[in-house]
């Protein structure tokens, strides 16, 4: 079993920055595909970025290009989204998961191993 813990969240005012941090538990993350989610309660959990095993490939969703950045540090078994300008609508708890390929994809069922979430709160 893989452990996956997000680390990073906290409570912002409009505009400003926030650095979410996710680990996994294996020796090495070998061949593991990172994907951070977010969920606001009511709402269906919505896919903000992934990223492939190599780095090379990365997904953003709509909402967050040009402000998130997802990058990956293998060798610290830790996957990084950098959250620039945040909105107030970013409010949410945001998920970490692996999956145990190395293709990067947004489809959550994907994933094989879940983070317990972190929450983001953007104040006006």
């Known amino acids: 079993q893989v452990q996956v813990a997000e680390s990073g969240g906290g409570l912002v005012q409009a505009g400003d920055s926030l650095r979410l941090s996710c680990t996994t538990s294996?020796?090495?993350?070998?061949?593991?595909?990172m994907g951070w989610f977010r969920q606001v309660p009511g709402k269906e959990r919505e896919c903000v970025s992934a990223?492939?095993?190599?780095?090379?490939?990365?997904y953003y969703a709509d909402s967050v290009k040009s402000r998130f950045t997802i990058s990956r540090d293998n060798a610290k078994n830790t996957a990084y989204l950098q959250m620039n300008s945040l909105k107030p609508e970013d409010t949410a708890v945001y998920y970490c998961?692996?999956?145990?390929?190395?293709?990067?994809?947004?489809?959550?069922?994907?994933?094989?191993?879940w983070g317990q979430g972190t929450q983001v709160t953007v104040s006006y």
């Open positions: 998961a692996a999956a145990q390929k190395s293709a990067s994809t947004c489809f959550g069922t994907w994933y094989d191993y």
């Open positions: 294996r020796p090495r993350s070998s061949g593991f595909a």
């Open positions: 990223i492939s095993w190599s780095g090379r490939n990365t």
